[in-house]
């Protein structure tokens, strides 16, 4: 088996699922100058609402492509309304306060999401029905199987919809005023609070997307499987430059990538020292790194700009 | 309901305070539907203040503020932007990263429709809508002047070309009043005289223009009416010859008796 391949591969389908995570907060603090760190809970409700959607509708003897496609539309929407709804309840009262105390309010809605989320779904792992099964193939001395292909294919097309919907639509063009200059969009007529949870909502439903991906991909759900996810797009945000989204894209598969063939090779380089389990170490030293040595991100140059 | 009047614009015994400063004290302004009518005043005389009340930027905090023959005592920015006032920035407020092009189409926005759905359904309307809104920012960088390549980002035009753009996409928004923040700031004389026939064509279209201005020789060359604020009071209006004279005039702007 081709170890570098392998690792390849399984980079690209979790920096996939990164990326989309990460355009979550980068379109948020674009507009906003807020890192949301409820946005990794988003990712975990959409899960969870998409395997119980899907467990339901299979339980009723639904077709399994519609049974899928279902529980992923009630996921996104679902996301959509909870995006709509931190905003509005959380943010919005605090956007003429003090930056830190939106953060320290998204920290708390981080767990008061993950508490409900316990108290609906409980602590245990469950197990995602995934209705058919993942053929894998060999693909070069690696192997890939169908849902870790249709990840990526999903996710690519995203992006480029999104791209497509930020640079060419009557939207798109308000959201990049909006981020650009909140005193001169409202001038023109742009309803900024519109455009906020418009925002909100189109990040969220890339998190129930990114969601489902996850639990298909790994077959668990769990609670608690927003928290790291989210720090990790976080750190993909920062890595591409947070406010940028091709940054977020970028940093998002390249973290995919680093964490992949970090865990894939810190036991020959350490000699068997460490192991794959200190996979999540990469990530942040990543982020670390980053920090110190290009704050601004790899494509980011906004962020002097706005401190 | 009272007959229309003949004001697009009236303010009456308006007030705003920040805190202890008293910004604007009990100014009423008329302002004639086509006329373009000028603010000046010293440094610090509430000009902008005015501007921003106007806006929408501002809620006052007594008097009346009324629109086109309605109410616009309390209105949220964008609202009084449907409404049909549009406005330039003394600090000019492009959206820097974006087009010439993308900054007009901005402007655009309140006029235009096309909602998610039809952007992503991409129907004929969307389409034929999104072609107009180009379309027309094309114009309007045509009728200010702006003989640039319009994929250029507004940040990477010259000062002069900036301040047009900014009008141009205040004039997207189809506006009945046109609020210009010092648009000849910086300007050099050539820029000053474009400028001057720009607001003329403007005015001919039948759009009412406010000006706050510092040049005097443009303001007194281009203003039907002037109002001079001094300490957040309205201190003279009229005609541009009667204002020159005006003593509270003199006194405010050269702190004395000079003649």
Redesign the interface.
């Known amino acids: 088996m081709d170890i570098l391949l392998q690792q390849i591969i399984n980079g690209l389908v979790q920096g996939s699922v990164y990326a989309l995570v990460a355009l979550g907060y980068t379109m948020v603090y674009g507009i906003l100058g807020l890192i949301n760190f409820a946005h990794g809970e988003v990712v975990m409700i959409g899960a969870m609402i998409a395997l119980t959607v899907l467990k339901a509708l299979l339980a009723a003897a639904f077709a399994p492509v519609l049974a899928v496609l279902l529980s992923l539309l009630a996921a996104m929407a679902v996301c959509m309304a909870l995006g709509y709804s931190i905003e509005r309840i959380a943010y919005r009262p605090l956007r003429n306060a003090p930056r830190l105390a939106p953060l320290i309010t998204a920290i708390g809605v981080s767990i008061v999401l993950q508490n409900l989320a316990m108290m609906i779904w409980g602590r245990e792992y469950h197990s995602f029905p995934l209705p058919f099964t993942s053929v894998s193939h060999q693909f070069g001395g690696a192997i890939v199987n169908d849902v870790q292909i249709g990840i990526v294919i999903v996710a690519l097309v995203i992006m480029l919809g999104l791209m497509w919907?930020v640079h060419r639509?009557?939207?798109g063009?308000?959201m990049?005023?909006v981020a650009?200059?909140p005193?001169?969009?409202?001038?023109?007529?742009?309803?900024?609070n519109r455009v906020i949870s418009?925002t909100f909502m189109l990040g969220s439903a890339l998190a129930a997307i990114a969601g489902f991906m996850v639990s298909a991909n790994y077959g668990i759900v769990h609670y608690y499987m927003g928290f790291m996810l989210g720090l990790k797009a976080f750190t993909a945000a920062v890595l591409g430059g947070i406010g940028n989204l091709r940054g977020a894209m970028l940093g998002g598969v390249l973290l995919g990538l680093i964490e992949s063939l970090g865990a894939g090779y810190i036991g020959d380089l350490t000699g068997g020292f460490l192991g794959s389990n200190y996979q999540d170490v990469f990530a942040f030293f990543v982020l670390i790194a980053v920090l110190i040595f290009r704050p601004s991100g790899l494509l980011g140059e906004k962020l002097a700009e706005r401190a | 309901m009272t007959p229309p009047s003949e004001y697009l614009i009236e303010l009456r015994n308006v007030g705003k305070h920040f805190g202890g400063v008293v910004a604007l004290a009990d100014v009423s302004l008329h302002i004639k539907q086509g006329e373009i009518y000028g603010l000046i005043g010293p440094n610090g005389a509430g000009k902008t203040t005015l501007f921003n009340v106007v806006t929408g930027l501002y809620q006052l905090d007594s008097g009346a503020f009324d629109f086109a023959g309605k109410r616009y005592t309390h209105c949220k920015p964008h609202l009084l932007a449907q409404a049909g006032i549009a406005r330039t920035f003394q600090n000019i407020r492009l959206f820097a990263n974006m087009s010439a092009l993308e900054n007009i189409m901005v402007g655009r926005h309140l006029r235009t429709h096309t909602g998610i759905w039809g952007a992503l359904t991409r129907h004929a309307a969307a389409r034929a809508e999104e072609r107009a809104t180009v379309q027309r920012a094309r114009e309007l960088l045509d009728y200010v002047g702006i003989d640039r390549a319009h994929q250029t980002l507004a940040k990477h035009l010259s000062y002069g070309e900036q301040r047009r753009l900014e009008i141009a996409r205040a004039l997207a928004t189809e506006p009945k009043l046109l609020a210009l923040d010092e648009p000849a700031a910086g300007m050099n004389a050539t820029e000053t005289v474009a400028l001057k026939a720009l607001l003329q064509k403007i005015r001919a279209s039948g759009i009412t223009v406010l000006l706050i201005e510092h040049d005097v020789k443009l303001i007194m060359g281009l203003c039907d009416r002037v109002a001079v604020l001094d300490y957040g009071k309205k201190i003279a209006e009229g005609v541009p010859e009667e204002v020159r004279r005006d003593k509270a005039v003199i006194a405010a702007y050269l702190g004395g008796e000079v003649a």
Do not use: H, P
């Open positions: 919907l639509t009557r939207m063009r308000a990049r005023a650009e200059n005193a001169a969009s409202v001038l023109m007529g742009v309803d900024n418009f």
